[in-house]
């Protein structure tokens, strides 16, 4: 076995284990056993090239006739736009960990793929093994950048033993090899050998060291049966992914005692600052639920709940829970939020599945009930929820106070603000950069007036808290689409409200979003109210029946994969990466290697490697041989100044080679500047292909 062989074979390892980090996404585990298929095909491609003794570069391009295993081995890759068009389909409303998909299956066995190709090139080709770590490590980013749960800490250890591997043949190939020549073979070959396995099981100690998971605050911190004050995940961070998918796929069902359609809500937001609403610590208790429902929601409603696939750590609910059939060792309630809430370390997967009944109160409709209350009341929450940050434009706080003047309740105040952004001055869309209320208020208020959901309702939010109105704003699911005797509600469906806090009644829900934003059928009229004649005018509506807000208008699907702008940003991307990616990265290697180092061997044989590069780019074969050699046979085609350069550095790294205690020297980067300006007066610009220096190029295996 030679030694491109163990490095190769060290990639496919190293390859591997950076790609378990990738299971978080993924319930399946398949992608390894295809991704592992493939880069041993890969390696014995590259092994017989290499026998043929083949340019290296042939080697690289050979070894990708591999994926044609791929459709062998899976047959519905046979056809990949088809195969890609669901998996974006799936992706686009699926919840990690995703279960088995086909399509995100060979997607992710591709990527392993890529990385031990990527690997063996920079380990083999370049002779660069260091520089695989960016490499190895993208996996272990993925699901950080793909979910908005933190990834764990501990699946770095995969990902620094691959690298540790990388690096530890790396090192006993190189020493084996140059030490075969000299006395003590056998012992030397011993002993490198020991260094390799000390070397790894320090990176594996280093890493499982900095990898040690932070522990999380949950629940299951405090008493198994009692509350604790826990920070719980943010359900608004999904909302705009959800608000703008494409997919129609169904993830809860749903029937009602009376037939009619429920907002779900999961959790309420009720802090408002510099980042826009989101939530604070609470104390959950053990179920049952013990609160009780206001006087005026004298209505109940029993409702049935199949969840598909839709993992989270909230309950979908109505509004207002009285009980719910969930397992009481699972689940906990939030009297603060009205939110019911799983614990334990599989919490944010707990939906998923699940079926369960609740027994909930029902409002009249939010005109009627706001027309009739006085004062806002006092929630207990020491004013957290009629807090106002300062960054607030004076314009917001004027307009609050001209949409409210005359109005002599909090009640008639609350419904001034309602019927304001219910009117035609406000446009619906979902085509807005997302962003904290905060940050998008001035526009949507003062500005453009376009916005989704969000902006209604913190714009709702905090209109009601500049009049004195203790208000937070609720993400849940809206009613969605009622097939037959169920409802059906789809992952775009997700939603947010508002929640206004009045004396001698509690929270009422009020959504400020209009209901005839976008174009979808209403639910049925025992469970809405009348609908109004267009969209501009002032709605009336009650929360657990508005039409829903969150379908895109038919032909503007952002997500439609046969839309052309993500196959012209992907193209633009492959040429950004191929046309600049390269000279790029030949100019951070100059630099890397011009930084010097503490190290004067190393600094010196940095220097003399980017002298190599720079003939390399000019298209000068590197003569073989000692500095000297390679002095006499480059020297001469250099001016005076440059081959004095030249002739300073080959000392320079002679001494570091061969001197115990080599003298430090500051000259250099000026030498490699000055041989840089000598091989470019004598050679002109780099040689064919600027875009891609030759320097970079895979050379023969040695």
């Known amino acids: 076995m030679t030694a491109a062989d163990r490095r190769s074979l060290a990639s496919v390892v190293a390859a591997f284990l950076a790609g378990i980090p990738l299971s978080p996404l993924s319930e399946d585990r398949s992608y390894l056993l295809l991704a592992t298929i493939l880069m041993l095909v890969s390696a014995v491609i590259g092994a017989l090239l290499r026998r043929l003794r083949t340019a290296e570069i042939l080697v690289r391009i050979g070894q990708l006739l591999a994926v044609f295993v791929v459709p062998l081995l899976v047959p519905q890759a046979r056809q990949p736009l088809d195969l890609y068009a669901q998996t974006y389909s799936f992706v686009q409303v699926a919840f990690a960990p995703m279960p088995y998909q086909v399509g995100f299956s060979v997607f992710s066995a591709l990527i392993v793929w890529m990385v031990y190709l990527l690997t063996e090139t920079l380990s083999i080709g370049l002779a660069s093994p260091g520089w695989t770590f960016p490499v190895l490590v993208m996996p272990y980013l993925l699901p950080s950048l793909a979910i908005y749960t933190e990834t764990n800490p501990f699946l770095f250890c995969f990902t620094a033993a691959g690298y540790a591997v990388v690096l530890a043949t790396a090192t006993a190939t190189s020493a084996i090899d140059t030490g075969s020549s000299r006395p003590s073979t056998a012992g030397r070959r011993s002993g490198v050998v020991i260094t390799a396995g000390l070397a790894t099981a320090l990176a594996l100690s280093a890493a499982m060291l900095v990898s040690l998971p932070i522990p999380e605050r949950s629940a299951t911190s405090s008493q198994p049966g009692g509350s604790g004050a ?299 109210a009348t609908p109004s004649a267009s969209p501009s005018t002032e709605p009336t509506l009650r929360p657990a029946s508005a039409t829903p807000t969150l379908v895109p208008t038919p032909g503007t699907d952002a997500g439609d994969p046969t839309d052309p702008l993500p196959w012209l940003g992907g193209a633009a991307m492959l040429v950004f990466v191929v046309g600049i990616g390269p000279r790029l990265t030949r100019e951070v290697l100059r630099r890397f290697r011009l930084a010097g180092s503490a190290d004067r061997r190393q600094a010196a044989e940095r220097a003399w490697a980017e002298v190599r590069a720079v003939a390399r780019d000019r298209g000068r074969d590197w003569p073989p041989g000692t500095p000297r050699q390679v002095v006499a046979a480059l020297g001469p085609d250099l001016d005076p100044a440059g081959r004095a350069a030249l002739e300073g550095l080959a000392r320079t790294v002679e001494q570091a080679r061969y001197d115990r205690e080599p003298a430090e020297s500051t000259e250099l980067v000026a030498q490699v500047e000055r041989i840089t300006e000598a091989l470019h007066n004598r050679w002109g610009k780099p040689a064919a292909g600027h875009w891609w220096p030759l320097s970079l190029r895979p050379q023969r295996a040695v």
């Open 230 to 528: 826990v920070q719980l995940g943010d359900p608004s961070l999904d909302l705009i992914r959800n608000v703008n998918s494409n997919s129609s796929q169904v993830v809860i069902t749903y029937r009602t005692s009376d037939g009619s359609g429920e907002y779900l809500r999961l959790a309420a937001l009720p802090v408002f600052d510099v980042r826009g609403f989101h939530l604070t610590a609470t104390d959950l208790v053990p179920l049952p639920i013990q609160d009780t429902p206001p006087d005026q929601a004298a209505e109940r409603v029993r409702t049935s709940i199949q969840i598909g696939n839709l993992a989270d750590e909230y309950l979908p609910t109505p509004w207002f829970p009285i009980s719910a059939d969930v397992p009481t060792e699972t689940w906990r309630y939030d009297p603060k939020t009205l939110a019911v809430v799983a614990i334990g370390n599989s919490r944010s997967a707990a939906t998923r599945g699940l079926s369960y009944e609740t027994i909930s109160a029902r409002l009249p409709d939010t005109d009627d009930l706001l027309a009739g209350l006085g004062t806002a009341g006092d929630p207990g929450d020491g004013g957290l929820t009629v807090q106002v940050p300062d960054a607030v434009s004076a314009g917001v706080r004027d307009l609050a106070s001209e949409i409210t003047s005359g109005r002599t309740t909090d009640g008639a105040k609350a419904l001034a603000l309602l019927r304001y952004l219910h009117s035609d001055r406000f446009s619906y869309s979902t085509a807005v950069s997302p962003g904290t209320t905060l940050s998008t208020l001035d526009d949507f208020l003062l500005g453009s007036r376009i916005g989704y959901c969000e902006q209604f309702a913190g714009s709702m939010a905090v209109l009601a808290r500049l009049v004195g109105i203790p208000s937070r704003v609720v993400v849940g699911f809206l009613p969605g689409r009622q097939v037959g005797e169920r409802w059906e509600v789809s992952a775009r469906n997700m939603h947010a409200w508002t929640e206004l806090y009045f004396e001698g009644v509690g929270w009422i829900p009020v959504d400020a979003t209009p209901s005839g934003a976008v174009d979808n059928p209403r639910p049925s009229a025992s469970a809405s």
